[in-house]
Structures are given as structure tokens and as C-alpha cells.
């Protein structure tokens, strides 16, 4: 059976929701708080990011985890994803500049007045969510960087070179000419960098056998260049990219591909990375592709109490 994303409906039984849309930029993007079901105030606001050739919705799995937990979260979908506005996602430089509109919309709401700010981002915000440390946010209590990479330029590269070998190398100069042109002050910099610059606590967490962010682009590949006392490393050998799911899962996953073919159409709507996504999880049900491993979630949240702990 071909996987379907899970929605609200899966998880509304333990946490409730109210649209919360904001601005970056030009665009309105979708978001949503998910509060539990007795509307009590959480002990600290998560805000929930997701990778790219996904969506808010696609993290729900995750969004109940920490409302069960006492948490309130607050997701939303990036510019030209799902319920956001603008064209396409325009960049890999855009999840941080959303990321940075997303943390400046929730400062003014009431019901977050004098409420900690915790940051759980993956892969594509995995890399936001170092990289915005480079533009202040030290209001934030602490962040984890899953299966994130390091700068926009090693990703692009390691993607290209799937398709027209090493010639990807030429594209280098035009890549940084249209970052800077597209984004002036939000082009460049580094999840160490921002790590480096922000005072808060930094979990950096990452798998070996990444098949989408590589080792060798990740922010955990640069640990001797970390100068940040308060950053905390997770390295594994084999949680694959999205890193909250069972390892059996995963493995399950992975083989229900060996010798089969994709039946999923390439059209226009897609964009390589949403096609990637959906062939990866073509043989698998929805219960495989969003079960929990409930012990990695519990390291994560273990940093965060130790983060609020310290506030």
C-alpha cells in the first residue's frame, strides 16, 4: 500500500489546534498551535520544522510527542509548501529566513508571554535552525539540529553529482552569485557559525548512514570547529535521515524497495526532492513510514528539560 501523510484527524483525540498564519516576507504561511486537550498553558513552546519535500503535517508524529509531554508546538510550512503562499521554495537559504519570521511572529501573542522557546528542526531546518543563530535569537532556551547540513553549497554539490558528475563543481561561482542576489544578508553563513555566535545549549544530532544529507555535509561532521560550550553531540551508525523512527522501521522500509519498481509518475508538480520522498515511501504503510521510536524522542526531550532546567 502506498503511504498516505498522517493528518490531524490521526492525533486530535490527544492535543487540539488553532490556525496561527504569518509573514515572511511577502507570503502567508500556514501555521498551526497544537495545545492539549485541556487548553492548559504548555511549560515551554517547540517549534516543530520540517525538511524539505515536506510539510508541517508530515511532522505530526513528532507534534503529539512533545504535546503529550506538556509542551505547546507551533509548525508551520515553508514558503511555496502545502498551505503557504509563493510559487516554490525558492531556496535552500528560505527555511531560515522562515524560521527567523516564525520565531519574531511569536513574540507578541499574549499566551507566550514569559514562555521558553525551544527549537526541534530536520534536515532542511536542521540547517535553519543552526544557521538562524547567525541573526541573534539568544531569547531562544535551546536548540536540536537533526540530520542537518553544514552550508548550502556541500548539499547542492552532493546532489548534483548524482545527476552530471563532477561537473557540479562549475556551478559553484553562479550558486553563490544567485544566494547573494536572492537573499543580500541571509546568504551564507553556517549551522557552526550559528552555533558558534549563539549562548544557549545546541544538540547536534546526526546518522552515518544519512542518504540525504551525507556525513561528510552535515553540521556534526565540523565538531572540531564547534567552540560553543553548551553544544551536545548524538552520532549514530544507523537511523538513516529522518532519525525519529524505529531502526526496524527504517530497515523495514528500505527493504520493501530492493528489486521493485516505481510506479509514482514524475509530473510537474514535483519538485525533486517531494519526488525522492514519495518513491522512498511507495511500499510502505503509514504506520511504518510515522512510528516513533519513543527513546530517541526521550534523548531529545531529556535536552530540553535540562535547557528549561537552566533558564
Known sequence: PMCNTVTYDDYKDVMNRQRMDFYSGKNKLGAYLYT??????????????????CNMDGYLNRTQYFVRKGYDVFTFDMTGTCTSEGKNIYGLNQSKIDLHNALESIKSPSRFKDMPVLIYGHSWSGYASANVLNYGHDEVAGVATLSGFNN??????FHAQRYVGKLAILYKPWNTLVEKVKFGKYAGGTGVSGIN????????????DDPTVPYSCSVIAHRDEITN?????????????TMSRPKEDEKKISESL?????????TAK??????????????????TVFAIDEEFMDAVNDFFERCLAAK
Open 270 to 287: 514535483y519538485n525533486t526532492f517531494q519526488y525522492n520522498v514519495d518513491i522512498r515511501y511507495e511500499y510502505s504503510d503509514k504506520a
Open 229 to 241: 560550550p553548551k553544544a551536545e553531540f548524538m552520532l549514530f551508525e544507523d537511523r538513516g535521515h
Open 36 to 53: 492539549n486537550k485541556e487548553g492548559k498553558k504548555g511549560k515551554a513552546l517547540v517549534l516543530v520544522c520540517h525538511g524539505i519535500g
Open 258 to 266: 530492493v528489486g521493485k519498481k516505481t510506479n509514482i509518475v514524475k
Open 197 to 208: 555566535k549563539y549562548k544557549g545549549p545546541v544538540l547536534v544530532s546526526h546518522s552515518k
Open 152 to 157: 548550502t553549497w556541500d548539499t547542492m554539490y
